[in-house]
C-alpha cells in the first residue's frame, strides 16, 4: 500500500500544482513571500481547488511516509510532475513529443533505478545522536534560507527555481518530519504527540513553503518552478531520512553507481518535462495582461 499512497498522493501534488500556479500568475505582485499573497489566492476558486487537490495528495503522503521510508517514498512522490504534465497538456492541447516522453523515461525509470539500487531500509532512529540530528535540520533550513536570499538579490524572472527550490527543500523536512511524528503518536499517542516540536515543524515548514511556491508561482511560468520544486524535495527528504530518521541505502560500489545514475536520471527527466512547451507559460497580472517589469525584472 505504501507504492499506492505514495503514486496516487502524487498525482493529487502534480494536478494540485498546475491549477495553484494558474491562480498564482494573476495574484498581485506586491504580494510576493508575504502572507497576504494566500488571503488574496483564498478568493480564487481554482486556485481553492488545487489546494484541494494538494491536501489530498499531502494526507496520501502522510499514509505512505507512515507506513514506509521516507527514502523510498520520497522517489515516488518526485512523479508529481508526471500527472502535472497530463493535466497541463489538457489545458495547452500540445502534444507530449520526443522531449516529452524522454522524460517520462528519464523520470520513471530513475525512480526505479534508485528503489532497486539503493533498497531503502527504515529504523526507528533512536542511534541518531542529538548532534547529528539537529546539524542534519539546521543544515537543511539553512540551504532553504539561503535559497531565498539569493533569490531576493536576482531579477524577478530569475526568481522562481530558487523560491521553489526553497519550498522542495522544506517540504522534504516537513515528510522527514512527518514520517517522525507518525512514530511519535504510534508509541506514545496522541498525548505524546501534541507534546513534541515535531508535529509543529509539520505545520511550519507547510505554511513557509506554501508562501514560497506561491510567490514561484506567481512571478514566473510552470516550468520554471515545478521542475525545480520536485527536485529538490526528494533530495531534502532523503538527506533527512537519512540524517536525522537513520534510513539506511545499500552502499557496495555497484549499488552507490545506481543510485548515482537513478538519481540524476530522474531529476534530469524532472528538468526535461519542466520545460516541456505543454507546461503552461506567463506570469498575468489580474486583469490578463503581461505585467509590467522595470529594468531590475520587478513590477513597475
Not at 525512480?111 to 545522536?129: K, R, Y
Not at 522544506?170 to 511519535?184: C, F, H, V
Not at 538519481?263 to 518535462?273: C, I, N, P, Q
Amino acid at each position: 500500500m505504501v507504492y499506492v499512497y505514495g503514486l496516487v498522493g502524487a498525482c493529487f501534488l502534480g494536478l494540485g500544482f498546475v491549477l495553484q500556479q494558474e491562480a498564482a500568475a494573476r495574484a498581485p505582485l506586491a504580494d510576493i513571500l508575504s502572507f497576504r499573497l494566500l488571503l488574496d489566492l483564498m478568493k480564487v476558486p481554482r486556485w481553492l481547488c488545487g489546494i484541494g487537490f494538494m491536501v489530498i495528495g499531502q494526507i496520501l503522503s502522510a499514509l505512505a511516509l507512515a507506513g514506509g521510508d521516507v527514502s523510498r517514498v520520497e522517489p515516488l512522490l518526485a512523479t508529481n510532475l508526471l500527472f502535472a504534465m497530463a493535466l497541463a497538456r489538457y489545458i495547452s492541447g500540445q502534444r507530449l513529443g520526443r522531449a516529452g516522453w524522454g522524460g517520462v523515461v528519464l523520470l520513471s525509470g530513475g525512480v526505479a533505478m534508485f528503489m532497486l539500487a539503493g533498497a531503502p531500509e527504515g529504523s526507528d532512529g533512536n542511534h541518531v545522536g542529538a548532534l547529528r540530528h539537529w546539524l542534519v535540520l539546521g543544515s537543511v533550513v539553512a540551504v532553504a534560507l539561503v535559497l531565498v536570499v539569493i533569490a531576493r538579490h536576482l531579477r524577478l524572472v530569475e526568481e522562481p527555481p530558487l523560491l521553489a527550490a526553497a519550498a522542495g527543500v522544506l517540504y522534504g523536512l516537513q515528510d522527514a518530519m512527518t514520517r517522525e511524528s507518525s512514530t511519535i503518536l504510534d508509541e506514545r499517542g496522541i498525548v505524546g504527540l501534541v507534546t513534541t516540536w515535531q508535529p509543529y515543524a509539520v505545520v511550519a515548514a507547510a505554511v513557509v513553503g506554501l508562501v514560497l511556491v506561491q510567490s514561484a508561482f506567481e512571478t514566473g511560468q510552470l516550468r520554471q518552478s515545478l521542475p525545480a520544486l520536485t527536485a529538490a524535495e526528494p533530495l531534502a527528504g532523503i538527506v533527512c531520512g537519512i540524517g536525522v530518521l537513520g534510513d539506511t541505502v545499500r552502499v557496495t560500489p555497484l549499488a552507490i553507481t545506481g543510485e548515482i545514475v537513478g538519481l540524476s536520471a530522474a531529476v534530469g527527466g524532472v528538468f526535461l518535462l519542466g520545460r516541456h512547451p505543454a507546461m503552461p507559460t506567463g506570469t498575468a497580472s489580474p486583469d490578463g495582461e503581461e505585467a509590467a517589469l522595470d529594468e531590475g525584472g520587478r513590477p513597475r
